[in-house]
Structure formats: structure tokens, C-alpha cells
């Protein structure tokens, strides 16, 4: 099987790269930590113009009707940039209940509304339901507006945690599947935030000087930067190999979406390990900007599925397989 990505991917995520690039990504979490989400709302009216929002809506409701390989390729780079807001709701859960309870809005979606989600027992709060027009509460697998309740504390400020309770009943969907999506994307979302504090870090460690030598030349900070760049290659075969498994239908999927889910997790967390450790004190700070991506990778570690949740759905299908 063969997971390298085609050139119409390699210019998607160019271009959702170029767009968030020109933006000033730190100022615009920055602002919404403090609730200002003017900033942000420009940044994901910009990204539907390109299509992100409306990736998973068919075209008949005014979308790409793409696929699970397209979403992840446009998730990475919005992970890459750490964009605040629902971003795997919006792009990929929401899409999926709505096209079985409600069709008629996904439009919305589709043209840039913001869209969260909550569903006990793995997705208890729904995350920034204050800026979003849309909140949904999966319960049993009935999907209803969610009415919003007082907000709860999270590790990273870009992501507001709200209760939901049941409002009007808009169906029933089928939420194995929309989990998977969710659980997909955030994988796709913590591997672009592993990618740039990677990154971040290795230009970091080729400019800081200590007793007169550059860190980076230390072969101990060498082989901690090495280990992060081999376990975020080495998560990546298995978030497009989960994707390709979601698109074609897989009887593996779950499998295959659990173990990128704990790949991707893990790769992250270590690429974060590092970074705040090569950037020393200075890491732990709120003032610099390395922290929005280290409280975001800590936050969606456990979004969408613990790693022991998803550890245990890998080794279920495989002792089933026996």
C-alpha cells in the first residue's frame, strides 16, 4: 500500500499552509485565550474560502464532498499552526451527524459557521460551544442541539470547555463512525503540532549559545531532537494508512484510526518533551510563544479518546483477529 500523498494534496496542504502563514497565528490564539474570537473567526472564514470547513459536506450542500485523506492533509496544517477553535468538529464531526439528522445545515458549515460537539462518555464537553452557531449532544446516538452550560477550565486557554444539556431532537445518526473522524482528525491535528515544535526546537537549538558553543552541536541535544523526528515519521504511515482505511470502508478502520490516535499522540507529547527541555526556563513561560502549542498537544493528547481508550480498541481487534 502506498502512503506517500499525490501533488493535489502536496498543493492543498501548500496552500492552507501559505494562507495561515500570512496570518499572525500567535497574536490570533493569544486573543481568543482572552476571548476576543474576532481574530480567529477571520482566520476560519478565510480557510472555508478555501474549502477546509466544507471538506466532508457533499456537494449537493454546497461542498468539496471530499474524503478522509483530504481531511487529514488539511488538519495536519491546521495543527501545524495551532488554530484556535473547534477545528475537529467543525471539519469532521459535525459534517458526519448532520448529513443523517439535518442536511439542510450543512451549508452553514460548509461557508465557514463554526460547529462543536459533545457526546459522554469519551467526548464529555463540548469545546468552544460559546463561538460556535452550532452545538450538537450525541446521547445514545440521538443527536440534539445542545443547550450550553457554564464553562470549565482546560490545560490550553484555546479551548474553552462547555457542558451541554438535550434541546431539540434532530435524529439519529450513526456515532461510531462520526467518532472515528473525530478521533482521526485529532491525530492529524496533534502531528502538525508535533511537526512544528520539532521544528521550532531544532532552529532554537542551532541559535541559543552556551559557554560559547551553539546547543544544537551537543550530541545530546542531537539525539533527544533525532528521537523526536523518528517518532513523528514513524506516526505518520499510520495516520494515512487509518485514513485510507476510513475512506475505503475497512472493516480495520477503528484499528487503524486507534493506533494513529496513540502514534500521533505520543509523537507529539515527545516532540513537546523535548522542545520545552532544549528551550529551557524560558519554555515554561506563557509569554513565549512555544507554550499555545504545548498546553494545545497536552489538551488534545486525551481529546477524542484517551490513550489507554485507544490502546484498548487496538488490542480487542487484534485478539479478535486471533
Given at each position: ?151 470549565k477550565a482546560s490545560v490550553d486557554a484555546a ?164
Open positions: 500500500m502506498r502512503f506517500a500523498l499525490d501533488s493535489s494534496h502536496q498543493d492543498f496542504a501548500s496552500s492552507i499552509d501559505a494562507l495561515l502563514s500570512k496570518a499572525d497565528m500567535p497574536a490570533v490564539i493569544r486573543s481568543w485565550n482572552a476571548g476576543d474570537t474576532g481574530p480567529g473567526l477571520e482566520v476560519w472564514k478565510r480557510l472555508a474560502e478555501t474549502g477546509v470547513n466544507g471538506l466532508l459536506v457533499d456537494e449537493e450542500h454546497d461542498g468539496l464532498g471530499a474524503d478522509a485523506v483530504d481531511l487529514v492533509v488539511a488538519i495536519e496544517q491546521l495543527g501545524r499552526h495551532a488554530v484556535p477553535g473547534p477545528v475537529v468538529e467543525t471539519t469532521a464531526v459535525a459534517p458526519a451527524l448532520l448529513a443523517t439528522t439535518a442536511p439542510d445545515r450543512l451549508p452553514a458549515l460548509a461557508s465557514g459557521d463554526l460547529a462543536t460537539v459533545a457526546a459522554a462518555p469519551h467526548v464529555p464537553y463540548a469545546v468552544d460551544a460559546d463561538a460556535a452557531r452550532l452545538a450538537l449532544l450525541v446521547d445514545a446516538g440521538s443527536v440534539s442541539i445542545g443547550q450550553i452550560g457554564d464553562a479551548r474553552r470547555l462547555f457542558p451541554l444539556t438535550a434541546g431539540e431532537v434532530l435524529g439519529r445518526s450513526d456515532f461510531d463512525a462520526a467518532f472515528d473522524l473525530g478521533a482521526l482528525a485529532t491525530a492529524a491535528q496533534l502531528q502538525g503540532l508535533g511537526q512544528t515544535l520539532l521544528e521550532t526546537t531544532t532552529e532554537y537549538a542551532k541559535q541559543r549559545k552556551q559557554f560559547g558553543r551553539v546547543i544544537g552541536s551537543l550530541q545530546a541535544i542531537k539525539h533527544h531532537l533525532a528521537g523526536a523526528a523518528v517518532a513523528l515519521e514513524m506516526s505518520r504511515p499510520l495516520l494515512h494508512g487509518a485514513a485510507l482505511a476510513v475512506r475505503d470502508g475497512s472493516p480495520n478502520a477503528a484499528r487503524d484510526v486507534s493506533a494513529a490516535k496513540v502514534a500521533c499522540g505520543d509523537a507529539a507529547y515527545l516532540a513537546a518533551r523535548v522542545g520545552l527541555q532544549v528551550h529551557g526556563a524560558i519554555g515554561y513561560t506563557q509569554e513565549h510563544d512555544l507554550s499555545l502549542w504545548l498546553t494545545k498537544v497536552r489538551a488534545l493528547a486525551t481529546a477524542w479518546g484517551t490513550p489507554a481508550m485507544h490502546r484498548r480498541r487496538v488490542t480487542a481487534a487484534l485478539v479478535s483477529a486471533k
